[in-house]
């Protein structure tokens, strides 16, 4: 919505419509965002952290679908973004990889425009968290005072929308998360039961959590009905965090 309404304003030739992708993103986005180009005609650039190259363009037939992106970045830091490392996967996925473009399109200073909105006041960046010395971000939906109802009306009267489950968000298994929510993940997608969560955190030698190991998710998705699993983890004090990836 952010988008389309800046494009209505009018974009000029040192603008950019940006998405960087992670390789986990769920594929429902990515044919969201590839029907914002082919339907709304959103100029869209697709980028991916490169561990060499700062940063590489891909398109939506070639983008990483296998978490390759996120593969590097942990090769190149030896550790997994969690709780007790933090959450590095944004800055090095999403903001470095961005200032690596814009510093690739000559631009060594730039404001980032992101789509947070008037109902996400703890995701809204103020003061010192708002600038760096690559760039600023602004937040035009929030001081516009555009809230989800408005987003969900606006969405309606498009030709199309995004189509996931309401608990998958991007990077499904992202371990800011609520422990609750990723066991509901895992019991409505046993697919996500084996695979890239649980084996890198063999590989790498400790878990997405500072609480718990994803097996243990895994074993309690495999036992129990969802309510409990929800209610189980909630008594746990484990609350989902916004997050600030823009997902």
């Known amino acids: 919505m952010m988008t389309l309404l800046?494009?209505?304003?009018g974009l000029g030739p040192d603008d950019f419509v940006i998405f960087c992708n992670t390789g986990l993103e769920d594929e429902g986005t990515?044919?969201?965002l590839h029907q914002q180009q082919t339907i709304l005609?959103?100029?869209?650039r697709w980028i991916e952290y490169c561990r060499f190259h700062k940063w590489k363009e891909v398109t939506y037939e070639t983008a990483s679908r296998n978490a390759e992106p996120f593969i590097m970045m942990m090769l190149a830091k030896q550790a997994v973004p969690s709780?007790?490392?933090?959450?590095f996967c944004t800055t090095e996925l999403k903001i470095k990889t961005k200032i690596a473009f814009m510093r690739s399109q000559g631009h060594r200073y730039?404001?980032?425009v992101i789509g947070i909105r008037a109902d996400e006041p703890t995701?809204?960046?103020?003061g010192k968290e708002s600038a760096d010395k690559w760039h600023h971000v602004a937040h035009p939906l929030y001081h516009g005072g555009i809230t989800k109802p408005d987003v969900l009306d606006f969405w309606k009267a498009q030709p199309f929308d995004l189509d996931i489950h309401p608990l998958d968000g991007n990077c499904v298994l992202c371990f800011q998360k609520g422990a609750g929510k990723k066991v509901?993940?895992?019991?409505?997608?046993?697919?996500?039961?084996?695979?890239f969560y649980l084996d890198t955190e063999d590989a790498m030698g400790h878990p997405w959590s500072t609480r718990y190991a994803m097996q243990d998710l895994v074993d309690r998705a495999q036992r129990a009905n969802t309510q409990t699993?929800?209610?189980?983890?909630?008594?746990?004090?484990?609350p989902s965090i916004s997050c600030f990836c823009t997902d």
């Open 184 to 195: 509901a993940i895992l019991q409505r997608r046993p697919e996500l039961r084996t695979g």
């Open 6 to 9: 800046e494009m209505e304003k």
């Open 30 to 32: 990515l044919k969201f």
């Open 83 to 87: 709780g007790h490392m933090g959450r």
């Open 123 to 126: 995701r809204h960046f103020t």
């Open 110 to 112: 730039f404001e980032a």
């Open 41 to 44: 005609g959103v100029p869209l």
């Open 229 to 238: 699993s929800i209610e189980f983890w909630e008594a746990q004090d484990e």
